[in-house]
Nanobody, 121 residues
Framework: QVQLVESGGGLVQPGGSLRLSCAAS????????MRWYRQAPGKERELVAS???????NYADSVKGRFTCSRDNAKNTAYLQMNILKPEDTAVYYC???????????????WGQGTQVTVSS
């Protein structure tokens, strides 16, 4: 009933920028905390950034000062602005969101399909 779709990934040179979007579609739901994860080949999936419904953010140490997470609650969309990209940022980036469905008490966690970010010369 709720689907998350990431977009904005691609190939970029070191030092470049990309902006990822995560749009939630469906009806009868409310998004609370939204998160961005990434997973590089052979590595565990790691939490990159999170943002609460009130706009409070947290970032992994590796991206602090370079990445900015934001959201537009009216559009049910989260964004990840990635600046000064490094080769080690190369990974599949996944959107994650806690979703509260109308008439339900407990939230559910939903994942997007992922979008590839490649930072290379």
């Amino acid at each position: 009933q709720v689907q998350l779709v990431e977009s904005g990934g691609g190939l970029v040179q070191p030092g470049g920028s990309l902006r990822l979007s995560c749009a939630a579609s469906g009806s009868m739901f409310r998004l609370t905390t939204m998160r961005w994860y990434r997973q590089a080949p052979g590595k565990e999936r790691e939490l990159v950034a999170s943002i609460t419904s009130g706009g409070s953010t947290n970032y992994a140490d590796s991206v602090k000062g370079r990445f900015t997470c934001s959201r537009d609650n009216a559009k049910n969309t989260a964004y990840l602005q990635m600046n000064i990209l490094k080769p080690e940022d190369t990974a599949v980036y996944y959107c994650n969101a806690d979703v509260l469905l109308t008439f339900y008490t407990n939230s559910q966690t939903h994942w997007g399909q992922g979008t590839q970010v490649t930072v290379s010369s």
